[in-house]
């Protein structure tokens, strides 16, 4: 039986952890009571959820440092001006929207990175982490639920993606094969072929996974096929689905130092919020160092 990772580990030796913020405070929201309150009878769901993750992640891996990358939904980016229907049709409530514009305060105040700026999502400061981490030569762990992060996974970088009941799969190139048929640096490729109805990206006429993983095992990418005389008709747009499915690692992401949890700060925000339990939580591990039980 493999031996536990010692407690004694320190941060600076583990991987850079890279969370999608939105991904996992929207799965809180609609998973955690709308009882849950915090000062003002304001929300306190999504922050409570998001927060038991955060630590969770970080008390199962122990990185040197932790990115957590968010949406800009006050105003939109350059795939929704270029393509209109993308993620049309959304609609968040104002509880959610409300506590979404908060959670980046928390995870400054835990002592992380976070990365947010018009014009970016979260996926793009997903992929610029992973991208800084590997030339630096370290690893990455990108925990998101939506499977377009599929495309970051390399050697080097890792997806934690959430399956059912609190399971997080690792997926990694051999994982995407198996369950697309294709490289992950053709993940933009497929989605642009095969369509992804949750961003409303129609994919190709009658293009499904299955055809799209044959296509792309015959060529190397979208472009190949275009010039190969395929889809001629439709190439400007499969490029558009191809350039709106790509995350872009030129977000302007902060330097990402190693870190040393501030859990009393986070402690004292926790507490601001009348969010006890978690402030608590926050306030144990700051006295031991260690992850405290789950706050309610």
């Not at 993750?53 to 891996?61: F, G, P, Q, S, V």
């Not at 060529?219 to 889809?231: H, Q, S, T, V, W």
């Not at 977000?251 to 919020?273: F, G, K, Q, S």
């Amino acid at each position: 039986m493999p031996s536990r990772r010692p407690a004694s580990r320190t941060a600076r030796e583990g991987p850079l952890l890279v969370i999608d913020g939105d991904s996992f405070a929207h799965r809180a929201y609609h998973g955690v009571p709308k009882t849950v309150r915090r000062a003002g009878g304001k929300g306190g769901g999504a922050i409570i959820g998001f927060a038991n993750t955060l630590l969770k992640l970080y008390e199962a891996e122990r990185p040197r440092a932790l990115v957590v990358g968010w949406d800009t939904l006050s105003a939109p980016n350059w795939r929704v001006l270029e393509f209109p229907a993308y993620q049309s049709g959304r609609d968040f409530d104002d509880e959610l929207l409300e506590q979404l514009e908060i959670l980046p305060d928390f995870v400054r105040a835990c002592g992380f990175i976070t990365g947010k700026q018009a014009g970016y999502e979260a996926d793009d400061f997903l992929a610029a982490a992973a991208a800084a981490e590997e030339r630096r030569g370290g690893t990455a762990l990108v925990a998101s639920g939506d499977r377009d992060s599929f495309q970051l996974a390399s050697a080097a970088t890792t997806i934690l993606y959430p399956v059912k009941a609190g399971e997080i799969a690792r997926i990694g190139p051999r994982e995407v094969r198996e369950r697309y048929g294709v490289e992950p640096r053709q993940v933009p490729d497929f989605i642009a072929l095969r369509g992804d109805p949750s961003d409303r990206i129609p994919g190709a006429r009658g293009v499904g996974a299955q055809t799209a993983a044959s296509l792309l095992k015959r060529y190397p990418d979208l472009e190949a096929m275009i010039a190969d005389g395929r889809f001629e008709m439709h190439a400007d747009d499969l490029r558009l689905y191809r350039r709106i499915a790509a995350m872009d690692a030129s977000a302007p992401l902060p330097p990402v130092p190693d870190c040393t949890p501030t859990w009393n700060i986070a402690a004292d925000l926790a507490r601001e919020w009348e969010l006890n339990a978690l402030a608590d939580r926050l306030t144990q591990m700051a006295q031991t160092g260690e992850p405290a039980t789950r706050s309610r």
